[in-house]
């Protein structure tokens, strides 16, 4: 019957796409390594096939290009972030709260640091594939803080005294500088405790 001949084709199909899926963060986690390591521009995806223990052809079958597999690594890394602690910027107490719980991750996962890190650095080339894409993140991460701090200036929560857009800017340069600081130290201070203090110069709520 066509019903019961269809079902393990369904189940096939499931299958390969759950490897799919294993294979892909496989070489998302050989890449984050090899990136942090050797920065975006030393590295081939020779060497990132190698590190996840596959063939260069059945790499480009996931990513054709280095371009790609770059994009793919930092939506999963930054954009992933965001959703996974609410960064939503209509509520600026619980958003505040997440840049905070953030920086308590990332004293976990050091190596995810020095990538971004690392990246960011690179980027700042004009030529640097990434160049674009972190010139959006940090325009639009500077929009979430004000459209933050907006909210709890309506609530009374926000301290000042300059405008919640320059706000927004030391916030987001007083984060990224401390992270820098924080693998430079080679861990030396508490990053979460120092982001929860540079957030308490512009609002008053619980962190």
Same mark, same amino acid.
């Given at each position: 019957?066509?019903?019961?001949?269809?079902?393990?084709?369904?189940?096939?199909?499931?299958?390969?796409?759950?490897?799919?899926?294993?294979?892909?963060?496989?070489?998302?986690?050989?890449?984050?390594?090899?990136?942090?390591?050797?920065?975006?521009?030393?590295?081939?995806?020779?060497?990132?096939?190698?590190?996840?223990?596959?063939?260069?052809?059945?790499?480009?079958?996931?990513?054709?290009?280095?371009?790609?597999?770059?994009?793919?690594?930092?939506?999963?890394?930054?954009?992933?972030?965001?959703?996974?602690?609410?960064?939503?910027?209509?509520?600026?107490? *619980?958003? $505040? =709260?997440? !840049? @905070?719980?953030? #920086?308590?991750? /990332?004293?976990?996962?050091?190596?995810?640091? &020095?990538?971004?890190?690392?990246?960011?650095?690179?980027?700042?080339?004009?030529?640097?594939?990434?160049?674009?894409?972190?010139?959006?993140?940090? *325009?639009? $991460? =500077?929009? !979430? @803080?004000?459209? #933050?701090?907006? /909210?709890?200036?309506?609530?009374?929560?926000? &301290?000042?005294?300059?405008?919640?857009?320059?706000?927004?800017?030391?916030?987001?340069?007083?984060?990224?500088?401390?992270?820098?600081?924080?693998?430079?130290?080679?861990?030396?201070?508490?990053?979460? #405790?120092?982001?929860?203090?540079?957030?308490?110069?512009?609002?008053?709520?619980?962190?």
């Amino acid at each position: 019957m066509p019903l019961t001949e269809d079902v393990p084709v369904r189940r096939r199909r499931g299958v390969q796409e759950e490897a799919s899926e294993r294979r892909r963060a496989q070489i998302l986690l050989a890449a984050a390594e090899a990136f942090s390591e050797r920065g975006f521009n030393a590295t081939s995806l020779r060497d990132v096939a190698g590190r996840a223990q596959i063939s260069h052809t059945g790499l480009l079958h996931h990513y054709p290009d280095k371009n790609a597999l770059l994009e793919a690594l930092l939506d999963d890394r930054i954009k992933g972030a965001g959703y996974l602690y609410g960064l939503d910027s209509r509520d600026g107490v *619980a958003f $505040m =709260q997440g !840049l @905070v719980a953030i #920086a308590d991750r /990332d004293e976990r996962q050091p190596d995810s640091v &020095r990538l971004l890190t690392t990246l960011t650095a690179e980027a700042i080339s004009p030529t640097h594939p990434a160049h674009g894409y972190f010139q959006k993140w940090h *325009a639009e $991460m =500077q929009e !979430l @803080v004000t459209q #933050a701090l907006d /909210d709890l200036d309506r609530r009374g929560f926000f &301290r000042g005294p300059m405008p919640t857009r320059e706000a927004a800017r030391l916030i987001t340069a007083l984060h990224e500088g401390a992270h820098t600081q924080w693998l430079l130290s080679e861990f030396g201070f508490s990053l979460a #405790a120092t982001v929860r203090s540079q957030l308490r110069l512009f609002v008053n709520i619980d962190l």
